[in-house]
């Protein structure tokens, strides 16, 4: 892995363009030992032809057997280092519902939950209720809840989840979190880490959030089963230079999910209007192909049918997002890859741990034997296995847009 | 690499069960141009058949070119970086003897030598006396030499070698070597390393090893050849984590070998009653099948053939380890890795530095196409070369020991 810094000083203009497919989770495996994985399963004669031009592998998204979170999926997939740059779970679920997060905003994941009369948790979840009682419960705090000198912005996410951002001079994350992750124990207070790098300001911004539990606790008295909140992952978003400053890369994100929006605006990409299907991300791409020099477009559905240990429906989407890779190719882009942030094989109906199977193609590729997009063409690849995070000096290289390092 | 505190953070508990089958120095190397390697020439069903339904590459045991001695290829095949877990000469040879080295012990290999009669070393290994006479000369000085406020262990290893170990407070190693390693010039004094953490505590050993040297010189003076001791590679045993803290696994080792066992209790397993054969070890793995998370079975005469140079005696046991294999398979282990700690050609006599065909089974493996367990078939293998240190997050992977990282 080459650091940022070394990068940037080699990155030269151009007037190349890199389009990145990424199919969320899309690494499988066989179900039946000897049998086919997702992928190979899938007919996907547009992403063969490609293959057959390009150079293939797998991109290793973390280290060896460590399965990623979709935010260092995609950090390591940018080109950013997921063990340097941490996305706090506060600061992805706010991404997640599109929220305009500041730097120097902190945000919290928050659970409504159950306490009995001495205040100990009974249900970490509130019994699930539903997203509209989730709306009113928020209501209810945005009225009764104030902090002074902080602007707060609480915001339902779904069921039992909400975000709460805290927005002022001063604050500082580095703190522990109030859900006791057991159930017959009153939730926790507020304290900043050991190793917290600023402990006043630290201090201050925990004294700040137990200041709003305990208004929380005495706004949802009556609101029982919700009638308490548990707050964790609170931080502020990480400190990413930005694609522009490090790649020289107008960049652009076409994604239906705000999360993923979110991460790329984390990295400094436009998100641009994605509409819902992979007709609409097709047709941004197409219209806005002029404006960037990077595109990054995102499908959820791998992941999601993945997920959901569904391997036809899996194959169902990979042949639907096949029939589009055409459109992305008659734009003559210089550089393609197709990848994934992770794998999801419906086997284990989570993310895991397998190398992502990934081509690239350019004019300059050195294509090698790979005549399909699969994990065994794959694995003949002249990519081989490789970190995730070096993926984007290989799009830059490939893209003519990298100087020689030394004379 | 990940580092251990990233691992430990991810680890979860499990039921799941990890076998490690060790032949040391596996690799191997045609004798003729074109012709096959130890292990390819070997007639291995049973690891053919597992190779057939996993996934298969080659370990690299520290990085590329370097050959590792023992104890930094087992550190690595166990998941701990053999560059900074370092074990000295002294703790090595005291492991090879089941000396119950202690956290605080100083270690040191001896070797009985000849000086003349200015005291200059003439011979460094005394003529290369029978171990009877180093058991006399050994009895001679636990007798005559005594350090005050020091346990002093004076024990025999074999012909001229013999290792020391002290025991008391207060003692510190980072000490130069009393072995000038040339003849016709007297033993080196023992003094501190420059960059001695403690160079008081360095000091005080420095002046009890002298002492001990000084005295060991004296009741030796009438015994010819054998009438000096030189000391080398003075440490204490390195402070590594366990694997039940690292890693959360019951872990036990199974080798004949004293030198293997005690590697293994360098980082916290169990060394279980081994035997002496190998029907004796898969006895053991049977019976202690229930007690543990993680087994490594060690074979020795892999390497010892190959250290012969003796190709076809290393091919026989190869093929007699093969016929051992399906009793580990019988156990239904949720993980089984095939590996070395190194290469050992025969046509080199030596460890090597060449990468150690590996394979790796288990229900998530991604089995590639890869069809019996050879330098060759591993070549093919989607594992492709890979850090020996990043075997056990693997295993873990694929054992559903490992959270996800990041959200």
């Given at each position: 892995?080459?650091?940022?810094?070394?990068?940037?000083?080699?990155?030269?203009?151009?007037?190349?363009?890199?389009?990145?497919?990424?199919?969320?989770?899309?690494?499988?495996?066989?179900?039946?030992?000897?049998?086919?994985?997702?992928?190979?399963?899938?007919?996907?004669?547009?992403?063969?032809?490609?293959?057959?031009?390009?150079?293939?592998?797998?991109?290793?998204?973390?280290?060896?057997?460590?399965?990623?979170?979709?935010?260092?999926?995609?950090?390591?997939?940018?080109?950013?280092?997921?063990?340097?740059?941490?996305?706090?779970?506060?600061?992805?679920?706010?991404?997640?519902?599109?929220?305009?997060?500041?730097?120097?905003?902190?945000?919290s994941r928050g659970n409504?939950?159950?306490?009995?009369?001495?205040?100990?948790v009974t249900d970490r979840?509130?019994?699930?209720?539903?997203?509209?009682?989730?709306?009113?419960?928020?209501?209810?705090?945005?009225?009764?809840?104030?902090?002074?000198?902080?602007?707060?912005?609480?915001?339902?996410?779904?069921?039992?989840?909400?975000?709460?951002?805290?927005?002022?001079?001063?604050?500082?994350?580095?703190?522990?979190?109030?859900?006791?992750?057991?159930?017959?124990?009153?939730?926790?207070?507020?304290?900043?880490?050991?190793?917290?790098?600023?402990?006043?300001?630290?201090?201050?911004?925990?004294?700040?959030?137990?200041?709003?539990?305990?208004?929380?606790?005495?706004?949802?008295?009556?609101?029982?089963?919700?009638?308490?909140?548990?707050?964790?992952?609170?931080?502020?978003?990480?400190?990413?230079?930005?694609?522009?400053?490090?790649?020289?890369?107008?960049?652009?994100?076409?994604?239906?999910?705000?999360?993923?929006?979110?991460?790329?605006?984390?990295?400094g990409m436009t998100a641009?209007?994605?509409?819902?299907?992979?007709?609409?991300?097709?047709?941004?791409?197409?219209?806005?192909?002029?404006?960037?020099?990077?595109?990054?477009?995102?499908?959820?559905?791998?992941?999601?049918?993945?997920?959901?240990?569904?391997?036809?429906?899996?194959?169902?989407?990979?042949?639907?997002?096949?029939?589009?890779?055409?459109?992305?190719?008659?734009?003559?882009?210089?550089?393609?890859?197709?990848?994934?942030?992770?794998?999801?094989?419906?086997?284990?109906?989570?993310?895991?741990?397998?190398?992502?199977?990934?081509?690239?193609?350019?004019?300059?590729?050195?294509?090698?034997?790979?005549?399909?997009?699969?994990?065994?063409?794959?694995?003949?690849?002249?990519?081989?296995?490789?970190?995730?995070?070096?993926?984007?000096?290989?799009?830059?290289?490939?893209?003519?847009?990298?100087?020689?390092?030394?004379?």
């Amino acid at each position: 892995m080459a650091d940022l810094d070394f990068i940037r000083k080699l990155v030269i203009p151009a007037e190349s363009k890199i389009v990145f497919l990424v199919m969320d989770g899309i690494g499988g495996l066989p179900v039946d030992e000897g049998g086919p994985t997702e992928l190979e399963a899938a007919h996907t004669p547009n992403l063969d032809a490609l293959a057959a031009k390009s150079i293939c592998g797998f991109t290793i998204p973390i280290t060896p057997g460590i399965t990623p979170g979709s935010g260092p999926g995609h950090l390591g997939m940018f080109g950013y280092d997921p063990c340097r740059y941490v996305i706090g779970r506060g600061v992805l679920e706010a991404l997640g519902i599109d929220f305009d997060l500041q730097p120097q905003d902190i945000a919290s994941r928050g659970n409504f939950c159950s306490v009995d009369e001495e205040g100990r948790v009974t249900d970490r979840r509130a019994g699930r209720i539903p997203t509209e009682k989730n709306t009113e419960l928020v209501q209810l705090l945005r009225e009764k809840v104030h902090l002074s000198g902080i602007e707060l912005f609480i915001e339902t996410v779904k069921e039992y989840r909400f975000v709460l951002v805290m927005r002022g001079k001063g604050l500082a994350a580095d703190l522990t979190e109030s859900d006791p992750q057991q159930l017959g124990v009153p939730p926790l207070p507020i304290r900043p880490l050991e190793n917290a790098p600023d402990p006043a300001a630290s201090q201050k911004t925990a004294d700040l959030v137990n200041d709003f539990i305990g208004q929380a606790r005495e706004a949802l008295e009556d609101q029982r089963p919700a009638n308490m909140i548990l707050l964790r992952g609170l931080d502020k978003r990480p400190a990413i230079p930005s694609m522009r400053e490090v790649f020289g890369l107008r960049a652009a994100a076409i994604a239906v999910y705000p999360m993923y929006r979110g991460l790329a605006k984390l990295v400094g990409m436009t998100a641009l209007p994605s509409g819902t299907t992979l007709a609409d991300e097709f047709d941004a791409l197409e219209k806005f192909w002029p404006d960037y020099d990077f595109f990054y477009l995102h499908y959820k559905y791998t992941d999601s049918r993945g997920e959901d240990g569904d391997f036809e429906a899996k194959v169902a989407v990979i042949e639907e997002f096949d029939t589009y890779v055409p459109r992305a190719l008659d734009l003559n882009p210089d550089v393609v890859i197709v990848t994934g942030d992770h794998s999801t094989p419906a086997l284990l109906r989570a993310h895991s741990w397998h190398p992502v199977p990934t081509m690239l193609y350019s004019r300059y590729c050195r294509c090698d034997e790979a005549r399909e997009y699969s994990e065994r063409a794959c694995a003949r690849g002249a990519l081989g296995n490789f970190a995730a995070v070096d993926l984007m000096p290989l799009a830059l290289a490939n893209a003519l847009r990298l100087a020689k390092f030394g004379a």
